[in-house]
């Protein structure tokens, strides 16, 4: 069984990703963490020296990766899954769950982190104002809303972590059933 968890930046993939898995006794893969350790730079540096499309395509790679190893939970990256193809081969690969949360919450949870985030930065790599990321962030929302939701399960994330581990849990539940 494969669990992809998916959704925008700090929706909590990567954090609620390894405690399901530690519950449903799988093993857990950040899928951004495999493309760094793989390339040797870090996200931001992909995109400064390579662009989004060489990333997307790096990511691309490593999804597909995920079928060598049975029995994971994977927190994808933001945008893995608004690609189509991608989408349909993580749908036939295992559960597609969608960690839904709204632009207010996800700009409290990166406001401080924006310099690590290439898509909340301007042309200069500079993090955008907090109004501008958040205008961001709700265009990307948007933009990204009907393959975010094209998942067995939307999970509201802006619920206590427990809670969404335990609602997480259950969909692994449901398929070892």
């Known amino acids: 069984m494969r669990l992809y968890l998916n959704g925008f930046m700090a929706s909590g993939k990567s954090t609620v990703g390894p405690r399901v898995a530690a519950r449903l006794g799988l093993t857990f893969l950040d899928l951004d963490r495999l493309i760094t350790a793989h390339d040797g730079r870090s996200i ?8 989004e499309e060489h ?8 999804l597909r ?5 049975d029995d994971l939970v994977v927190a994808l990256g933001g945008g893995a899954l608004v690609d189509d193809e991608n989408r349909a081969f993580a749908r036939a690969n295992g559960r ?3 960690l839904k949360v709204d632009a ?3 700009l409290e949870r990166v406001a401080d ?10 042309e200069q790599d500079r993090p955008l104002s907090r109004p501008e990321m958040r205008s961001r962030i709700k265009q990307m929302l948007d933009d ?3 393959a975010y939701e094209d998942a067995e399960c939307v999970v509201d994330a802006t619920r206590s972590v427990g809670e969404v581990v335990s609602q997480v849990q259950e969909v692994g539940d449901a398929k070892v059933d």
């Open 44 to 51: 931001p540096e992909i995109f400064a020296e390579d662009g």
């Open 104 to 106: 207010d919450t996800i």
């Open 113 to 122: 982190e924006a310099d690590e985030r290439p898509l909340l930065q301007d």
């Open 65 to 69: 990766k995920t079928t060598e190893t």
């Open 96 to 98: 597609v769950v969608y």
């Open 144 to 146: 990204r809303r009907s």
């Open 55 to 62: 990333f997307r395509q790096l990511e691309r790679e490593a």
